[in-house]
Every structure is written in C-alpha cells, then in structure tokens.
C-alpha cells in the first residue's frame, strides 16, 4: 500500500535532511551534476529545443550553531549543440531562419544559502549575484520510503549571455524567474553522512532570452533536466568533465574541480 506524508511533522528532521540530501552533515562540500534543455515556448508554435546545458555544482556547509548552517555553492557549465553533440557556437532560430550567436559557457557563484530551523520547518535566505531574491521555499514529503525535498525559488535574473557573463538586474535581457528543484532519496539513506540523491529541475524565465532573437514576440522559456549528487572530482559525466576542464582551465588543478569560494 503506498503511504505519503507532508512534512514538517514531529518525528522528522526537516534541518538535518535538507543538509544530507543537498551536501554533507558535517562540514564539507559535495557536486551535483545537472544535465537539462533549454526550450522556447512561443503561443503558437510547439516547445522549441534551443541548447543543452551541462552543469556542474559545488555545495560547501559550514555550521553556524545546532539550528543553522551556511551553504555556499558555485557552479560552472556550457552548452551543447543539440545536433552535433558539440560546445555550442550558434542556433539556427526555426521561426526567424536567423542564425545567431550561443552562449558556450557560463559561470555563476560563489553565492550562499542560509538555512535556520523555523518550528518544524525551515526558513532559508539566498545571496546571488546578478539575481534580485523574492523568496524561497522548502517542502518535504514522503512515498513509498522515499523522501522528496522539493525547493521553489522566486527571483528576477537572467539566462547566461553568448559572451558567457550574467546580465545585469538593469538590462532588458532579466525578468522574472522560477527555479524548482526536487529530488528525492530513501528514508534509510538519511542515516548516511551524505545521502545518495536524484532528482529534477526547471528554470522559468518570463520571456525568452534576447540572444534567442525572437524580439519582442511574446513567450517564455523553460530549461528542464536531470539533477544527479555525485562524490567530488569523480567525473560523472567523462565528456563533460573534459569539456569543463578544456573552458575552464583555472578552475582546475589537474582532475581537481578547484571553487572560487570567497575569501
């Protein structure tokens, strides 16, 4: 018989699951890999497959007291040509038949989470660069003996330029934007240090990216992908991990991912 709960409930440490679901229990840092598409939704037309980002994610936990902890992520990614499996350089735009420049990598970060104990629940507080934070929120819930951590976050921010650097909050390339990330893991897993994780992601923006060159035609666009934990400097994805390592060079020291945590 399936059973499904909604958290925060008595028995459940809404604290110390978020911590060992996205990182680690102690302080430390664990990587997460996302692999996603990005698509233009335009009235009128089907869901337009862009590019495909390949991303990896660093996440470092320092505690703060028994309620609180830090969590500082960075992440580097690029883009990937859906026909030829290649860096992106370009997009032929199927609507306009213009041809224009792709974003090829991007890197974002470092910024931070802190999250606190709030009754039985959470509350946390993002710092980004080059986004404008509305709110974020956290929801469990549990089936079957697995536990979903699903987290919404409402911001203004951008898509990465094709110079690979983030638009700012003053340019007409922002807009409003709704990342949702949910994974999940096994309710005995939470036991463990650093819980074995997987899950799902989308990014929402309120129109698409003007590099996209759709003018002012309205629509949205909306990246969807996979979100994978996996152990630090151990390449999930071997193609990815050389693609990383070949644009950016001084964020490697051999096959050792090197962050740019802050000082």
Not at 32 to 54: D, R
């Amino acid at each position: 018989m399936s059973e499904s709960r909604s958290y925060p409930a008595g028995d459940f440490d809404a604290l110390a699951a978020y911590r060992r679901m996205f990182a680690t229990a102690q302080d430390g840092v664990a990587a997460w890999w996302y692999f996603g598409t990005a698509f233009a939704e335009l009235p009128g037309h089907l869901s337009l497959p862009v590019i495909q980002a390949e991303t990896l994610m660093i996440y470092k936990t320092t505690t703060l007291s028994a309620d609180a902890f830090r969590m500082d992520w960075w992440e580097i990614g690029y883009m990937r040509d859906l026909a030829t499996g290649e860096i992106a350089r370009s997009w032929t735009n199927p609507i306009t038949g213009a041809t224009v420049a792709a974003p090829q990598k991007f890197e974002e970060g470092p910024a931070h989470f802190l999250i606190a104990r709030n009754g039985a629940g959470l509350k946390l507080e993002l710092t980004q660069a080059h986004a404008r934070i509305e709110r974020v929120d956290v929801e469990f819930s549990e089936s079957d003996g697995r536990v979903l951590l699903e987290q919404t976050e409402r911001k203004v921010r951008g898509f990465p330029l094709p110079d690979g650097t983030m638009p700012s909050l003053d340019s007409a390339d922002v807009s409003s934007a709704r990342t949702t990330l949910s994974i999940q893991s096994a309710r005995g897993d939470l036991q463990q240090s650093s819980a074995p994780c997987s899950g799902a992601y989308d990014f929402e923006l309120r129109k698409p990216p003007g590099w996209m060159g759709f003018g002012d035609r309205p629509g949205s666009a909306i990246t969807r992908g996979a979100m994978v934990k996996a152990p630090m400097n151990a390449p999930l994805n071997p193609s990815a991990w050389r693609r990383l390592q070949q644009l950016f060079p001084d964020c490697f020291d051999g096959d050792e991912v090197r962050p740019r945590w802050p000082a």
